[in-house]
């Protein structure tokens, strides 16, 4: 179910008077999912929606039938300057959850499920779905399981995940090795659909976020800002643009 990953590596921003960012535009028939590690992002959307996510928070955003919105560094953030690193996720939506009503679900840090592991050093904190035992507080329209494993220095975890779902890894922060294999920093992992298991371990310690999910194996005709099955459901989405129903939203 993921079509994307957009992920800014850890990069120092010298301080702005001006917006820093995205200004509006629109999404259909998929989910923005915000992930930040270091620095504020904030939001506005032409459904009246908007907020701020810092370190460790995620904003899971529904965009289904049709919002507009515009992504910045936070204002107070820009204005001083400072490290960021985040990565932003494009989760499909399967044919009947298309056109859902926009939702937005800011998830914090601190409202994820924290998992001590069996290294006795290492950590989870699960977003959706459940690893390790533990179940994320995100709602999900298809099955999707997405967590972040602090790995401590030395540190060696095992988790088991469905074979004919869609696994990958991204390595956030630190060297890490995955199934034997070396997985180093700010690389994705994509993992074959030949097992279960997946033993993941650092020698200096390691962030890791686990992507999993059932495929949805349904046409994907994609341009731009949209996601959907058909190439006619893509120029209803422009047409929908332009006849304001995807709202209005000033820059
Ligand atoms: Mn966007």
Redesign the pocket.
Known sequence: PFFLLDYGALTEFPPREEPFG?GP?P?RGFE?VTIAYKGKVEHHDSRGGGGIIGEGDVQWMTAGSGVL?K?YHEKEFARKGGVFHMAQLWVNLPARHKMEAPRYQPITRAEMAQVPLPDGRSQARVITGELFGAKGPGRTWTPITTAVIELAAGGLVRFELPRDWNTAVLVVEGDAELNGSAAPAHHLAVLANDGEVVEAGSTEGATLLVLSGEPLNEPIVAYGPFLMNTEEEIHQAFADVRAGKFGVLED
């Open positions: 995205v535009h999404h923005t919105h992504e």
